[in-house]
Nanobody, 120 residues
């Protein structure tokens, strides 16, 4: 059974830090590009960071560049999102997403999300 389980969300003051984790099971993590998305109330889901299967290629939304860092530990089947210098606008539900494009099909999985609230 495929599962992505996020953890690490919570309430933090502006300027603070949080580290999100995404524990994967039921599939070979190294074969998948991993992404973090976020969605604030009334807004569309936004991709904030992605990392290639081997961890050598990363990409970030402009809004989080220089503040967020995505990483992965394939041996532990876990993906991380280190979030520093958090702003009020970072408040959202954060979702872990796995995707793989193979010649025989496209695969993707979503986690249930973890809430991040930035407030003074």
């Amino acid at each position: 059974q495929v599962q992505l389980v996020e953890s690490g969300g919570g309430l933090v003051q502006p300027g603070g830090s949080l580290r999100l984790s995404c524990a994967a099971s039921g599939f070979v993590l190294s074969r998948y590009t991993m992404n973090w998305y976020r969605q604030a109330p009334g807004q569309e889901r936004e991709k904030v960071a992605s990392i290639s299967g081997g961890g050598t290629i990363v990409d970030y939304a402009e809004s989080v560049k220089g503040r967020f860092t995505i990483s992965r530990d394939n041996a532990k089947s876990t993906v991380y999102l280190q979030m520093n210098s958090l702003k009020l606008g970072d408040t959202a539900a954060y979702y872990c997403h796995a995707e793989r494009n193979a010649s025989w099909g496209h695969y993707e999985y979503w986690g249930q999300g973890t809430q991040v609230t930035v407030s003074s």
